[in-house]
C-alpha cells in the first residue's frame, strides 16, 4: 500500500527544522512519501528524514506540482500563503494546507489547531469541509495548554494575561541579535566588573543609548532592557499581539459566539526561545485550591503543575527549565487578595514547539491515522 505524499515547505527555517525535528522523533516520516519544496534551491537535495534517497527540491510556487499533493505543511510565513494558496484553490485543489503562519487563522474557511485543547472543534471542521488547518498564535496556544482545563469546565470568567516574551517569537535573526547586544555590553563593563556597581550600571546605560548596540531587526535595545509593545497597533490602544488574545483563544475553544474576554499586555524580554505570561484569572464560581489545581494538571499530558513554593518555583518554572521541552510548566497558583474568585497563575512553556511545530506535527498524524477523516466531504 503506497503511503501519502504530504509536502514541506519551509522546512529550513526555525520552526520548520523544529517540525523536522519533531517528525523524526516520532517516527512520522515512516508514514509518508515526503516531498520537498524550495523557494530558492529548486533542484538541489532534500533533506534527510531518514526514510532514504529523496527526490531533488521541487520548486514552491509551482502550483501544478503542488497540486497533486493531498497534504502540505508550510513554514514558509504569510507572504508565501497569500501569494500561493489562493492560486492553489483556484486550480481546483482540494487537499489539506496546515500551516504555521498568521495569515489565514481568522477566516472563516480555516480551523486554529491545538489538539489537546479543541481536537473536537478540529474534527467538526475538516468533518464540514475545511481544509485550512492553521497553528494558533504562540502565547494564545501556550496560554490554552496551561489553564484549558479551566476553560474546558466551563469555569473562566475573564482572563487577563501579561506577556514576557522571548526574542524567537520575533524571527532567527531577531535571536541572533540579541545575543550581538549581549556580547556588546559584555564587552563594554568588563574592566568594570571588579569596581563600583554604579559605575558599571552608568557604562551599561551609557552603551544601550549610545547606538553601539546593534538594533537592526528589533528597532531598540533589548539585551538590558525590553519592550513594551509586540506587532502593530491595532484599535483601542491594543497592541496585535494583545488583540490576538480575545480572538484566536475564543475561536480556538469554538466560543466565539459568547467570547470569553483575553487581554492583558505583551511585552518581549531577554530570553531566547521559551514564552512567559502572568495570568489573572476571575472565576465563575468559588473552588477549593487543591481542585483548580487538579483540573490544571489533569487538562493535557503535558502540564506540570510547580507547587507555589520559591524553591521550586525558581527552579522548574522558567525559560532554562522548558526551553527545547514538550513541557508546559503552570506554578504560582493562588488566590488574590481582589476576592476568592480571582486567580493568580504564571506559566511558562517552549514557543517553538506547543507555540508553534507541535500542533502542525499532530494534526497531520491525525489526518494520518484517520483515513475517514481525511476524506469527510
Request: with cysteine.
Amino acid at each position: 500500500m503506497s503511503k501519502p505524499a504530504v509536502g514541506f515547505v519551509g522546512w529550513r527555517g526555525m520552526v520548520g527544522s523544529v517540525l523536522l525535528g519533531r517528525m523524526k522523533e516520532e517516527g512520522d516520516f515512516a508514514l509518508i512519501s515526503p516531498v520537498f519544496f524550495s523557494t530558492s534551491q529548486v533542484g538541489q537535495a532534500s533533506p534527510d528524514v531518514g526514510v532514504g534517497a529523496l527526490p531533488p527540491l521541487k520548486d514552491a510556487n509551482d502550483i501544478a506540482e503542488l497540486a497533486k499533493l493531498p497534504y502540505i505543511v508550510t513554514c514558509q510565513g504569510g507572504d508565501y500563503t497569500k501569494a500561493v494558496l489562493p492560486k492553489l484553490r483556484a486550480s481546483g485543489w482540494s487537499g489539506f494546507w496546515i500551516d504555521a503562519a498568521s495569515a489565514k487563522r481568522m477566516d472563516s474557511d480555516s480551523v486554529i489547531i491545538l489538539d489537546p485543547v479543541n481536537k473536537d472543534v478540529i474534527v467538526k471542521a475538516i468533518q464540514s469541509g475545511v481544509r485550512n488547518l492553521i497553528g494558533g498564535n504562540c502565547t494564545v496556544s501556550l496560554m490554552l495548554m496551561a489553564i484549558g482545563g479551566l476553560f474546558e469546565k466551563g469555569l473562566v470568567e475573564w482572563v487577563s494575561s501579561m506577556t514576557y516574551q522571548a526574542a524567537s517569537g520575533a524571527g532567527a535573526a531577531n535571536m541572533k541579535e540579541l545575543v550581538r547586544q549581549m556580547g556588546v555590553l559584555a564587552g563594554s563593563a568588563q574592566s568594570l566588573l571588579e569596581g563600583d556597581v554604579l559605575a558599571l550600571d552608568a557604562r551599561l546605560s551609557q552603551t544601550l543609548r549610545s547606538g553601539e548596540v546593534p538594533t537592526q531587526n528589533f528597532g531598540v535595545p533589548l539585551a538590558g532592557s525590553l519592550i513594551p509593545w509586540i506587532d502593530v497597533e491595532v484599535a483601542a490602544g491594543q497592541s496585535r499581539e494583545e488583540w490576538k488574545g480575545m480572538a484566536e483563544c475564543n475561536k480556538i475553544l469554538g466560543t466565539a459566539s459568547k467570547p470569553i474576554p483575553v487581554d492583558g499586555t505583551c511585552v518581549r524580554i531577554g530570553a531566547m526561545r521559551c514564552h512567559s505570561q502572568g495570568l489573572t484569572i476571575k472565576l465563575k464560581q468559588d473552588l477549593p485550591l487543591a481542585d483548580i489545581e487538579r483540573i490544571i494538571a489533569g487538562s493535557n499530558a503535558w502540564v506540570k503543575v510547580v507547587p507555589n513554593v520559591k524553591a521550586e518555583s525558581v527552579k522548574e518554572l522558567t525559560p532554562v527549565a522548558v526551553s527545547g521541552k514538550l513541557d508546559v510548566a503552570v506554578g504560582r497558583i493562588r488566590k488574590m487578595q481582589m476576592g476568592p474568585q480571582y486567580l493568580n497563575v504564571f506559566t511558562v512553556g517552549d514557543q517553538l514547539l506547543w507555540g508553534a511545530a507541535e500542533p502542525l506535527r499532530r494534526v497531520l498524524r491525525l489526518l494520518l491515522e484517520d483515513p475517514q477523516l481525511s476524506s469527510a466531504k
